[in-house]
């Protein structure tokens, strides 16, 4: 800037006036806006406003100009206007400072040196407070150095919307070198930038998500000042960088990273707005998920179903649903083949309608999976399914007699109750029907005779054979004489079988036909004339004896005796037997074949009145078996109740069965004796008693003879053999003791 020539030339004038070596001027006077003044460096300084001048020599040496309060210096070539002098503000406009550097220091706050580009400048006294301490332009690059600082401190300039213009240490002086881009009115505010705290890290430890809500609490001292403060973080998950979020208030901030399951470990960085940086150190978290749990499946196994379409359901939960979510899928296998899958999103129940084929035993089991790779399944079940019964011919190729071309009918009888049945190409289904009854099924067709066989369980019989009519035939009648007093001719049955070419297995003993003998006492059934059948007979407690063979030369009548009696019987074919016994707190059951020709064998036990409390429930397939035992120990109260023992079994392509209850013991009223000594001392008790009573009142003695008698064998004194001698004496007793009371 020009100075006033005028009155530049006046204070040198008066300057001169001043004899050598004189004492500095101290006669005050004022100085007017627009005075400049030149040192001998060069530099110019301009007055903007009215100033004073304190009465001494305005010029400090040769690069110095003290106006008003206020030291500028520059040694070389430069300008200023000055346009405030002191107050809160220094104010300074019209610098050149691009060859010099001008040093402005107010004796009312702390010096400033500009140089480079700047063009105006105002400031307060300098202070690392978080104030905007200074104001200014520059047309380039320039430096602004702040003085009076802690020395050796960290100090950062920002502009007020916390944009970072420099940062550094102060010298050893408090001095802090500010550089500065071009700029119109840029406003600066200094401050010690501290670093961002980061703290209270979570999750750690065990986790059930794979998008875990990593958090952090964050906070800045500059957060709420002047220039403000915006804090980025960086998410690390083992060691790779995964995101950045960014705060600008003290609080929480958050990340959800994708995370496999497994253990990692998670970091975060945080860098402030003015680069001052923060590491959080590793925190170690392990992600697991649940595998699915299943809680029950339907069918139980050993199920008897009524229907071949069954639907199979399956109740399963995951943990999981309650964390990420989860999807789990169950899959049904029947026979070991896959009958379907579905899905759930949510604890609940799976379910699947599938229709077995063929009739009898089927396996099946769940196979459960979830998103996350787990699964578990469950174990194998059998259940039951009625089978349909093909219709063949006896003879030739055993061709299916087909009711499309003839007319064929089918009736199941159980007892009072008639089933009408349905024939589709040559098959009658079974299905619809109780499944804890026996049933005879008796089969009508055009030109054959008609045949009945007896069902003991409707989920094994596969196959009956008519009798052609024009075929060479005998009606035989066969006669139940039971001299064993175990087949009563009501509820005993006979199967006669014939060995038939099978396309599976070659020549078997195929079931040919069956009744019951009912109140007859008479099966009669037509047979094909001069062939080999072969007889077993069957009572209702699953006892079945093996006659033997018989061979159809007349119709006749044949006498069928437990004890065969003209009838050939087949060494070979050796019979089973099976018993249910309880002792000492255990239920046992035994089976033997001693053919192997058993090969498969179902066994449960339940309450007696109470079929739903069941013990065991178990079978045995795949075999052959000769032998199966089976115990099962009783518990505190079911010592108390009596339990059934059923079983079931497949055997030389037939159904047996059997079942027995195991009454509650006898108790014992004084546990630990020897049985010789109960034996004794009771017997010895009774004879005491009736010793006790004369001739006269004998009757009553025999009553009470008895019942002590019988209350000793009740408390397991006396052996299990007396009870039925016991009984006897008691109905003779009440015989005698009524008719004495007629007699009176």
Avoid: C
């Avoid at 175990?486 to 009744?515: C, F, H």
């Amino acid at each position: 800037m020009t100075p006033n020539k005028h009155q530049l030339g006046v204070v040198i004038a008066a300057l001169l006036l001043l004899p050598s070596g004189a004492a500095a001027y101290s006669a005050s006077f004022d100085g007017g806006a627009g005075t400049s003044y030149e040192t001998g460096s060069g530099l110019v300084v301009t007055s903007g406003i009215d100033h004073g001048l304190d009465g001494t020599n305005p010029f400090n040496g040769s690069d110095t100009v003290y106006l008003d309060g206020v030291s500028i210096s520059a040694s070389g070539p430069a300008s200023v206007t000055v346009d405030q002098f002191r107050g809160t503000r220094t104010q300074l406009s019209g610098i050149d400072a691009t060859s010099t550097a001008i040093t402005v220091d107010p004796d009312d706050k702390s010096a400033v040196e500009i140089s480079g580009g700047i063009t105006d400048l105002s400031w307060e006294d300098a202070a690392l407070d978080n104030s905007n301490q200074i104001t200014f332009s520059a047309d380039s690059a320039g430096t602004i150095t702040a003085t009076d600082l802690p020395n050796e401190t960290d100090w950062t300039a920002a502009t007020p919307d916390g944009v970072l213009v420099d940062s550094g240490t102060t010298t050893a002086s408090g001095e802090a070198q500010i550089s500065v881009d071009a700029a119109t009115d840029e406003e600066l505010i200094l401050f010690t930038n501290q670093p961002p705290s980061v703290t209270n890290a979570t999750p750690t430890g065990t986790i059930h998500t794979n998008s875990p809500e990593l958090s952090v609490d964050v906070d800045d001292a500059t957060f709420g000042t002047a220039q403000g403060e915006s804090v980025s973080l960086e998410w690390f998950v083992d060691g790779s960088s995964v995101g950045t979020t960014s705060v600008s208030s003290a609080g929480t901030a958050t990340f959800e990273p994708s995370i496999s399951d497994g253990n990692h470990t998670w970091h975060v960085v945080a860098t402030d707005s003015y680069g001052t940086t923060t590491t959080l150190g590793d925190q170690s978290i392990s992600v697991e998920h649940f595998a699915p749990t299943i809680e029950s499946a339907s069918p139980v196994d050993g199920a008897s179903l009524t229907q071949r379409e069954t639907t199979f359901t399956v109740d399963v939960s995951d943990q999981d649903f309650a964390f990420d979510g989860d999807t789990v899928t169950g899959t049904l296998h029947v026979d070991n083949a896959t009958a379907g899958s579905s899905t759930v999103s949510s604890n609940g129940t799976i379910e699947i309608t599938h229709t077995m084929t063929g009739g009898g035993s089927h396996s099946y089991h769940w196979e459960i999976s979830d998103t996350y790779g787990y699964s578990t399944s469950t174990s194998t079940r059998t259940v039951w399914v009625p089978s349909s019964v093909t219709i063949r011919s006896e003879i030739g190729e055993h061709k299916i007699i087909d009711n499309t071309s003839l007319n064929v009918s089918a009736r199941l009888y159980s007892g009072e109750l008639i089933f009408q049945r349905n024939v589709t190409g040559g098959k009658v289904d079974l299905s619809g029907v109780s499944v804890d009854r026996e049933y005879v099924l008796a089969v009508r067709a055009d030109g054959y005779y008609q045949r009945t066989i007896v069902i003991s369980n409707i989920y094994n019989q596969s196959t009956i054979y008519l009798l052609p009519t024009d075929a060479q035939a005998v009606l035989d009648v066969f006669q139940l004489n039971d001299r064993t007093g175990k087949y009563p001719t009501e509820s005993s049955t006979l199967v006669i079988k014939r060995a038939i070419n099978t396309t599976d297995g070659g020549l078997q003993w195929q079931r040919i036909a069956g009744d019951y003998f009912g109140a007859a006492g008479q099966f009669k059934a037509h047979l094909q004339q001069d062939r080999r059948y072969r007889l077993v007979l069957s009572n209702s407690q699953g006892d079945t004896r093996v006659l033997g063979h018989y061979s159809t030369d007349i119709s006749e009548t044949v006498v069928l005796n437990p004890v065969p009696v003209g009838v050939d019987v087949d060494s070979s074919a050796t019979t089973y037997a099976w018993e249910a016994t309880r002792s000492n707190g255990t239920i046992a059951f035994e089976f033997t074949d001693p053919a192997n020709a058993t090969t498969d064998l179902h066994v449960s036990i339940h309450e007696e009145g109470n079929q739903s409390n069941v013990l065991l429930n178990q079978t045995y397939q795949n075999g052959p078996y000769g032998t199966v035992s089976v115990t099962q120990p009783l518990v505190e109260n079911q010592t108390n109740a009596s339990w059934v023992v059923s079983w079931r079994a497949e055997r030389h392509d037939e159904i047996i069965r059997g079942t027995a209850t195991t009454a509650t013991p006898r108790q014992d009223l004084v546990p630990g004796l020897a049985p010789w000594i109960k034996h004794a001392l009771s017997i010895i008790m009774v004879v005491i008693v009736a010793a006790l009573f004369t001739q006269l009142n004998a009757a009553v003695g025999g009553v009470t003879t008895a019942l002590v008698g019988g209350g000793f064998w009740l408390g397991g004194w006396l052996p299990p053999a007396a009870g039925g001698a016991i009984a006897i004496a008691l109905m003779l007793a009440v015989v005698v003791k009524a008719a004495r009371a007629r007699g009176a």
